[in-house]
């Protein structure tokens, strides 16, 4: 196969990924994500949009000095003072693109812009040349492209690849195209614009109708050559298309499209699961690819047929994506090394210090579990290293419940050098725990969603709650807390969304103050 025959993924996890109300991810955070993505293989990391916070420009400055292999991608709006703050973080990159966007259809240049045809299409080139003379590759979208008019669509994408455009991406903001009609509009882009093959044309969908994947497999049909996708899905509001499915798609159906990608397929459940834990998204249990039920049968006939043949029922091998058994791998036993090696290998590489937090509460679970499975250890990573600055951490609980009578608690929580402590009822033990936290604060967050899942099988499993809460202005937090008692993983979940609402709060006071607002 020839370049011709390739697909190019462009990852944008970090990005449009983080746009995921309650998803926002620290500067850290990203850093690992990116490392991991690069051992995927993708393509291009599209790791932020610098102009929106100083903090978003810090993490991509760091990963552009630090992540070998793809391209580092940057977004900026067509304005002058957006790029020249994203060229700046792309410095120290090896292999770097500016990422330009304004917005092309009637409705968004009406209602959205205030700004006329013939502005949009100047300021479009305008951008792309100024881009153009400061870095190597720029890639243009025109925003809301698949409703926007075909013949001024056109003229767009000319007039930025003349201007110097290597990639122009072809957006489907809002998810409203089905998959005929967005294939037919990458088809007539290749016919209607004459300088189209002197560009890469990619396709960026969002999955509002559930569409995004089939929209971008039918784009690739008609001739786009970078998919824009994310883990699991993630993006704003209903997501983007998810990377595990485009590449398995055109991996398993090659008789159809006869491309191929240059993604290791056996690190796909890997990175699906690191960036699970660390954006705190839960992925479905029926997911394509990455979900937990993903490769399991039910049905006695179906089993019957995989014994008798797997391809009966099976159309992807589940170690293809890295999708092995719950692996057991370490014991009460196991020492400091054996620890770190199998934490590089789920793609988390600590410092000294944070090896040693993990290592001692691994040696307390280790105590209580005989068996730590990989899970076990994301989740005391999480919640040891990735956890925000704790302004407030749990020191005990006691918990008293019996039948017929409203359970009470008595909690201790340490903020800074003071212990406070205090005891409350509720209707259940997580509501008494929740309402007495909030009584020991003097706030009162908004709880939006409760959920709890175990993380590995088993009576000793440890309970993973994942909670989100609402801010004052409207921001949403999600929190994470795990333990082998569900009530306490409810009180870190519910003190680890309270600490990021805190932490949040503060870094926009600074970044305020750094732009000048
Ligand atoms: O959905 C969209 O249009 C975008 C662009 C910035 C590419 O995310
Ligand atoms: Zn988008």
Redesign the pocket.
Known sequence: MNDKDRIYIFD?TLR?GEQSPGASLDAKSKLEIARQLAELGVDVIEAGFPITSPGDAAAIRKIAEEVKGPTICA?ARTVQKDMDVALETLRGAKKSRL?V?IATSEIHRKYKLNKAKDEILKIAAWAVKYARNRIGEVEF?P??ASRTEPAFLYQVIQAVIEAGAGVV?I?D?VGYAVPFEFGNLIKGIFENVPNAGKAVISV?C?NDLGLAVANSLAAVRFGARQV?CTLNGIG?RAGNAALEEIVMALDTRKDVFKKVTRIRRDQICKTSRLVSSLTGMVVQPNKAVVGRNAFTHESGIHQDGLLKLRKTYEIMHPADVGFGETQLVLGKHSGRHALENRLKKLGYHLNEKELDLVFQDFKVLADKKKEVFDEDLVALIEKEIVATPKTYRLLSLSVLTQTGKEPRVSIRLKSKSRVLEAGGTGSGPVDAAYKTVDQMIRRKAKLLDYQIRSVTVGKDAQGEVTVKIEGLAGEVITGRGVSTDVIEASVHAYLDAINKLLQKRRTFKKERIAYGV
């Open positions: 944008t449009d977004l990422h966007f979208s925003e809301d991406n957006p903001t960026h969002h824009e704003e």
